[in-house]
């Protein structure tokens, strides 16, 4: 896994999450308990490659969900080893296609087994990410299920809800499944200002032209009739354009560096054209979005969808620093 930090134009700390495996986070001397933004973006499915019957559908795009001033240091209370430091666990499974980032915060350690602190789950993977595309269907998109994070109550506390925003990730678009033809286009990720578009679906009789991915962050869906990438919402990512016969799928595009603030949320990919040279289906933009299906040729590829991440963004607490003024 990776973590990168970046100071903002308004001041404001933000730290970008990516990558595999299990990583401890480690918080800022100057994290700030309340006023905090935690993004989880889901990753977007793969798009499936075509075969000789079938064309590829595409993969739907990831889920976006934030919650806000979450007093994410207070709640985690698994001490680093090297500074004695509070921490937080973020993991990720194998294959950030079909899963993606989350975030375990231990709200303590409970008395009466104190060897098995309960975590409290950000994002559950299996609901924010874009499924992969299964031969000619569209993958789903990445759901907005979840109404808020509950840490639980105890003996002496009731329990505290958070708030979170949550918009689904869009479908991917479906091949065609009783002719050889082109492939869908991949569903657009979800961000802080909307759902993500659909990717175009090919049930028309222009067989030979890749379906449009969907554009993200509230953007709209892919063509269902030509080759045209959905807009994209406000500093996401517009969907990439489907390939014309024996024409690999255009990728979706990423997201944008809006104002003071980062918002990751690409187009998802375009469906390769149909034909008889090698194709790819288009790649999802970042973060999260689906891949376009292959064509429906056999040596055909399919699109990948991009990672997840989680992003966690902060105002960090002013230092204080003791001046001495000695008069003599």
Not at 60 to 86: C, I, M, R
């Amino acid at each position: 896994m990776a973590q990168t930090v970046t100071t903002l134009a308004n001041g404001d700390k933000q730290i970008i999450i990516t990558g595999e495996g299990d990583q401890s986070f480690t918080f800022p001397n100057d994290w700030n308990d309340n006023v905090n933004k935690i993004e989880a973006y889901g990753a977007g499915g793969n798009g499936v490659a075509g075969l000789s019957s079938r064309s590829g559908g595409g993969g739907g795009g990831g889920a976006y969900h934030s919650v806000s001033n979450f007093p994410l240091k207070l709640y985690s209370e698994t001490p680093n080893p090297v500074d004695g430091q509070k921490v937080a666990l973020i993991s990720s499974n194998f294959d950030l296609r079909t899963r993606g980032l989350w975030l375990y915060i231990y709200q303590g350690v409970d008395e009466t087994d104190p060897e098995s602190p309960q975590p409290i789950y950000l994002s559950e993977v299996p609901l924010i990410n874009g499924q992969p595309a299964v031969a000619g269907a569209g993958g789903s998109g990445g759901s907005a299920s979840s109404s808020g994070i509950s840490v639980g109550a105890t003996a002496t506390t009731s329990a505290a809800t958070y708030t979170t925003v949550q918009f689904a990730g869009g479908a991917g678009g479906n091949g065609r499944t009783n002719t050889a033809a082109a492939g869908g286009g991949g569903g657009g990720a979800a961000g802080p200002n909307g759902a993500g578009g659909a990717g175009g679906t090919n049930t028309a009789t222009l067989g030979t032209t890749g379906r449009g991915g969907g554009g993200g962050n509230g953007g709209t869906a892919g063509s269902g009739t030509s080759a045209t990438g959905g807009t994209a919402g406000t500093g996401a990512g517009a969907g990439g354009n489907g390939g014309a016969a024996s024409t690999s799928g255009s990728a979706g595009g990423a997201g944008a560096n809006v104002a003071s603030s980062y918002v990751f949320s690409g187009g998802g990919g375009g469906g390769a054209g149909d034909g008889t040279g090698t194709t790819v289906g288009g790649a999802g933009g970042l973060y999260g979005a689906g891949g376009g299906g292959g064509a429906s040729s056999v040596i055909s590829t399919g699109g990948l969808g991009s990672i997840g991440a989680l992003i966690i963004t902060y105002t960090p607490i002013a230092t204080t620093v003791n001046k001495f003024l000695l008069m003599f």
